[in-house]
């Protein structure tokens, strides 16, 4: 009922920078958190970045400083701003929210995924 689009993966250098965008749409009465994972080869999916509702934000260790998560509410979309990108960045990104829809049902979603790579 609800879906996550994500856009803005690519193949950058390291240092460089590139910016991810996600957008909800659907049967949506409010996204209580909104924020990226990725998945790694080989590894497991982790959190790099969540916003809640009200603003607060955190990231992972790995990311802190250089990454800078961005809600807009009003448009229910949410950016992941990622600079000093290093080659330990490369993994698919994924969008995820939990959405609460107009029957009071609450549901955690996840984006497609898309791919960055940092390589040089």
């Known amino acids: 009922q609800a879906q996550l689009v994500e856009s803005g993966g690519g193949l950058v250098q390291p240092g460089g920078s590139l910016r991810l965008s996600c957008a909800a749409s659907?049967?949506?009465?409010?996204?209580?958190?909104m924020g990226w994972y990725r998945q790694a080869p080989g590894k497991q999916r982790e959190l790099v970045a969540i916003?809640?509702?009200?603003?607060?934000?955190n990231y992972a260790d790995s990311v802190k400083g250089r990454f800078i998560i961005a809600r807009d509410n009003a448009k229910n979309t949410v950016a992941l701003q990622m600079n000093s990108l290093k080659p330990e960045d490369t993994a698919v990104y994924y969008c995820n929210a939990e959405i609460r829809n107009w029957r009071f049902q609450v549901t955690e979603y996840w984006g497609q995924g898309t791919q960055v790579t940092v390589s040089s």
């Open positions: 659907g049967n949506i009465l409010r996204i209580n958190t």
């Open positions: 916003s809640t509702s009200g603003g607060d934000t």
